[in-house]
């Protein structure tokens, strides 16, 4: 099992520049999450999912959509990146909200 | 009181020296809790459980203080390779559904 796979793992975007990171989990978990880590503010929760076709904000959500494209995929977009979005991105998932979070490797955003 | 609260560290210890970390908690209707290591640029992965009375694996040992409402996690006999960011994690049991919260994290560093 590969676990939580994410893509790309590095990016660098202009300002103004969209894009989509992908995530993608093979343990049949129904909850998904997208995080943001940046230094000294640990874990952000940006979106959140409990089960395919729905999807809720976290506490950073201003910026970014998301896609709960099936029970596997789980996807982040920027429409409209800004310097303030240069982060580490994780992907997570779980059984539940309640049970162990599995994390992807991270996405390593640059925005110029 | 914040949900979750850490000592940000960092905690230099030599090797093989005790090493204890707090972790407070605001929601006393809380009932699962988790210790979380993570790497330098790294995803954040599960250490450890701690449902009751608190729980033991190899030379790490998690309490749980529900009266006091905080966790700890003690390290014996620490290594190099303990050198990581260890985070706080809380099941915040709240009306509707939501995810766990994370603390920010507490630094080790385990000097030779």
């Known amino acids: 099992n590969a676990g939580v796979t994410q893509t790309p793992k590095f990016q660098v975007l202009k300002t103004g520049q969209s894009m989509t990171l992908q995530c993608a989990q093979d343990?049949?978990?129904?909850?998904m999450y997208w995080y943001r880590q940046d230094p000294g503010m640990g874990l952000r929760l940006i979106y959140y999912s409990a089960s395919e076709g729905t999807t809720d904000k976290g506490e950073v959500p201003n910026g970014y959509n998301v896609s709960r494209l099936n029970k596997r995929e789980f996807s982040l977009r920027l429409e409209s990146a800004a310097p303030s979005q240069t982060s580490v991105y994780f992907c997570?998932?779980?059984?539940?909200?309640?049970?162990?979070?599995?994390f992807g490797p991270g996405t390593r955003l640059l925005v110029l | 009181r914040k949900e979750v609260e850490q000592d940000p560290g960092p905690f230099n210890v030599p090797e093989g020296a005790t090493v204890a970390f707090n972790c407070t908690y605001s929601n006393s209707a809380s009932q699962s809790f988790f210790w979380y290591r993570q790497d330098c640029r790294k995803e954040p992965k599960l250490l450890m459980s701690?449902?009751?009375s608190g729980n033991e694996d190899g030379r790490f040992t998690a309490q749980l203080n529900r009266a006091s409402q905080y966790i700890s996690l003690l390290i014996r006999d620490s290594k190099l390779s303990d050198s990581a960011t260890y985070l706080c994690v809380v099941n915040p049991r709240s009306s509707g559904n939501t995810p766990l919260v994370f603390g920010k994290g507490t630094r080790l560093s385990v000097i030779a």
């Open positions: 997570a998932s779980s059984t539940g909200y309640q049970e162990t979070q599995y």
């Open positions: 701690v449902y009751s």
């Open positions: 343990m049949n978990h129904n909850s």
